[in-house]
């Protein structure tokens, strides 16, 4: 098997300096955000109580962040050893991704001194499927950090650290939380109830978020992979890739027949043809969903970078477009609200995503993370 | 993909055991029932005549600030609920607006507030318990020491009632918490004390309910004794009674609500949302319980997680 390396090179190269402007200019907007409250920098109100930084930032970002979750599942519960060197970037993506996330709460909750709170037992709540999300999500960034800890611990040393028995502990541990919260995420719009489109509001939400957040997984590893090959000028691993693949139209299929079964079940299929916002979008969702399926479905497909890497992105483009769909588009308050993110609201945003960008760049430069098959030029 | 069949067999089992964890349950909850020292008030749209007294009232019962919107004309401001104003007289029009409590060319009245729910929504909501009900009164309040400002209660409920303070560095949620400051003195809602005409009535739920049936069996026209203020106050109004909707509101929507509306055109129409029977906290709750039950299953599927990782790793040594 092959040994991970830093890719080593200079850090200030020219994408490196555009995402640092993009998290400077949310830096200003984060500023205001704290000095004049939310309202100052945000469109979100009393209708849209959630905006962009929960469905984005958050839902969506988490989702994006699976891929170590959907790696450890296939390498460690498939036992799949041959699959392991694609394991440490995605546990870097997943290590990012949700502590920004984790980050971002803390940007979009109004009484942020207080999230202590979610810790405290004389406050906590057990019937809130949101403090289900909090704790795992808090847990979840905590064992992310450990699992990543034996790369430091390579780059300080030198030496390739053995795992132990508490490591494989928190491996287990970082299997089972995505599993709950991934699913939660979808639990928590069961509350919006009426407010929530039939096309998304279903008892089956939970199940319905944790397949599609399952599929995000190994679909961003496709994504991250071909863009590190492509950033780093680094050989492709389509060949692991290829393989890979054939996990993803399987779990589409589930995907797919879960989704339309329920909504068959529940006779609500009608609305998506009525013509509307949340009809069209609800079948944009799915043909985002179905191509993917059609093109991964065949074997030579799956061996060619350009088509894996044409699925991988419709599919991040669907599995985004259902959450936005359960969290914001599906979602109508009723008469009179509106809601469209403001620029400063925007620019948090991609603040986020920048800075979890620079972060992956210094990290793969510097510590042992992908795998050191071909060199990397400098 | 090479696999070897007895690890396969293995790999699918414990998938098994976690898509079990993530499956959703369709069991029934337990309904929850109305708290029998539930307090609350009646609101008769048709009794009353638009004069937002409780609206004053309300402000000055909860030290609120005055709210005005441009462009409207001085009646229709506020317009709605907000992080000022925890209780609104809002109006229904149609063609020519000129009956009262009529569907067609007529118009009616609306009181909005928190309806305090047998089974909120909010209080299922919160992570931190800063939404409570009260276990005697059914009283929901809201605890700023406790609120992280997540904003899950706006979500959840299907009033729209909890406002945020967007343009505060350091907000609140805020919303109607039937005055439960003014409970323990004996006072009586800001709203129902300031009301002339006894649209809005404080009392037990229970008693509110007695009350709404024995209105909706009176004969429209003949003229009839209301209660003012509270339903025990002793103070009564004559009035002549109006054709109402068959329906009492909050009766049984969302499993049903402490605070109960009688109208004479249709909720739908004055802005009210139509509602199934069953929460959906009781939904969203049985789907929760199922999956956490004492932990078990997690715990569960943790164990197996830890066997296959560390059987992976003992393979590769």
């Given at each position: 098997m092959s040994e991970a390396k830093p890719v080593g090179g200079k850090v200030f190269t020219g994408p490196f300096l555009f995402f640092l402007v993009i998290t400077l200019i949310g830096i200003y907007f984060l500023a205001k955000r704290f000095m004049f409250g939310i309202g100052s920098v945000s469109n979100m109100n009393d209708g849209f109580a959630w905006g962009i930084w929960i469905t984005y930032d958050v839902v969506v970002g988490t989702a994006f962040a699976c891929g170590g979750y959907s790696m450890a599942l296939l390498v460690y519960v498939f036992n799949n050893g041959e699959y392991h060197p694609l394991v440490r970037p995605a546990l870097l993506a997943s290590m990012f991704g949700y502590t920004l996330a984790g980050v971002s709460v803390f940007i979009d909750i109004g009484r942020y001194w207080h999230i202590y709170n979610v810790f405290l037992p004389w406050y906590t709540n057990f019937n809130s499927v949101l403090l289900e999300v909090a704790l795992c999500i808090a847990a979840y960034i905590a064992v992310l950090w450990i699992e990543f800890s034996p790369t430091f611990l390579e780059a300080a040393t030198g030496t390739k650290s053995k795992v132990n028995k508490l490591l494989i502990f928190f491996i287990a541990l970082g299997i089972l939380l995505p599993t709950m919260h991934q699913s939660s995420l979808g639990s928590v719009m069961i509350l919006a109830g009426n407010k929530l489109s039939p096309l998304w509001w279903t008892p089956a939400l939970p199940l319905i978020f944790l397949i599609s957040a399952v599929t995000m997984g190994y679909t961003v590893v496709i994504f991250e992979s071909t863009l590190s090959a492509l950033g780093f000028k680094r050989p492709f691993e389509t060949d692991m890739l290829a393989k890979l693949s054939l996990v993803i139209p399987i779990l589409l299929v589930i995907f797919l027949v879960v989704r339309f079964g329920d909504l068959l079940i529940r006779g609500q299929l009608g609305l998506a043809f009525s013509g509307n916002l949340q009809g069209n979008m609800f079948l944009l969702e799915n043909i985002l969903h179905i191509v993917p399926l059609v093109i991964l479905a065949s074997a030579t497909n799956r061996k060619n970078a350009k088509m894996l890497f044409l699925s991988a992105c419709c599919l991040m483009l669907g599995g985004l477009l259902f959450r936005f769909n359960t969290y914001l588009i599906g979602f109508n308050p009723g008469e009179g609200w509106n809601y469209f993110p403001a620029i400063g609201e925007q620019f948090i945003t991609y603040t986020i995503i920048s800075a979890e960008i620079l972060l992956y760049m210094i990290f793969v430069k510097k510590l042992p993370v992908l795998p050191s098959h071909g060199q990397a030029k400098v | 993909m090479k696999i070897k069949r007895r690890d396969f067999l293995k790999g699918a089992a414990g998938c098994g055991v976690l898509a079990a964890v993530g499956q959703p349950a369709y069991a029934e909850a337990k309904k929850k029932e109305r708290l029998p020292g539930a307090l609350g008030f009646l609101y008769d749209s048709t009794l009353c005549i638009g004069c937002q007294a409780c609206m004053v009232g309300c402000k000055k019962a909860n030290e609120m600030p005055v709210e005005s919107t441009d462009l409207l004309p001085i009646w229709e401001n506020p317009r709605d609920l907000s992080a000022k104003t925890l209780n609104v007289i809002k109006k229904f029009e149609s063609?020519?607006?000129?009956?009262?409590?009529?569907?067609?060319?007529g118009f009616a009245f609306i009181k909005r507030q928190c309806?305090?729910?047998?089974?909120?929504g909010c209080v299922s909501a919160c992570p931190v318990s800063a939404m409570r009900k009260?276990?005697?009164?059914g009283v929901v309040t809201y605890n700023k020491d406790a609120?992280?400002?997540?904003r899950y209660c706006q979500i959840a409920c299907p009033f729209n009632i909890p406002k945020f303070q967007?343009?505060?560095?350091?907000p609140q949620i805020v919303k109607c918490q039937l005055c439960s400051h003014l409970l323990p003195k004996g006072e009586i809602p800001g709203c129902c004390s300031s009301c002339p005409t006894g649209a809005t009535v404080f009392g037990p739920t229970t008693e509110l309910m007695a009350e709404a049936k024995r209105r909706q069996q009176m004969e429209p026209g003949k003229y009839y004794d209301f209660p003012v203020s509270?339903?025990?106050?002793g103070k009564n109004f004559s009035q002549q009674a109006a054709r109402y909707v068959p329906e009492i509101y909050g009766e049984n929507e969302v499993g049903g609500t402490q605070v109960l509306m009688l109208a004479g055109v249709p909720f739908s129409k004055l802005g009210l949302p139509e509602l199934p029977e069953k929460s959906y906290a009781s939904t969203a709750e049985t789907i929760q319980h199922t999956i956490y039950k004492g932990m078990i299953a997690p715990i569960v599927v943790l164990a197996g997680l830890f066997y296959f990782v560390n059987r992976s790793q003992k393979d590769k040594d």
């Open positions: - | 063609g020519t607006g000129t009956n009262k409590d009529q569907e067609t060319d309806m305090h729910c047998v089974d909120p009260n276990p005697d009164t609120c992280i400002g997540c967007w343009d505060a560095a350091f509270s339903i025990d106050s």
